[in-house]
């Protein structure tokens, strides 16, 4: 029993770091292909979802921006109000 754990010890230390075979791709034939394959399916997954938001939130924000703008025609255009909101922030930090 004692040689079967030292056997297991030895293919342990003698097996390349998990961070190089993630990393380099060199040692894939060394790992379980169902594990490859489950991997590149999670990272798939995870582009594919952070994409889709980031593209949800790119669209809602400049459909706010357009609202933005459009209410502040009313009050002289969106350059006058970021003018007038920066000397504002100015007067508030000098008190």
Request: overall charge positive.
């Amino acid at each position: 029993m004692w040689w079967a754990m030292a056997l297991g010890l030895i293919g342990i230390l003698n097996s390349p770091p998990m961070y190089v075979v993630s990393t380099y791709c060199a040692y894939w034939h060394l790992v379980d292909p169902c594990l490859c394959d489950q991997t590149i399916i999670m990272k798939m997954h995870s582009y594919i979802a952070t994409n889709g938001y980031m593209q949800y939130v790119s669209q809602r924000s400049a459909e706010i921006m357009t609202q933005l703008c459009d209410a502040t025609v009313r009050v002289g255009g969106w350059e006058k109000v970021i003018y007038e909101a920066k000397q504002r922030r100015k007067d508030l930090e000098r008190c």
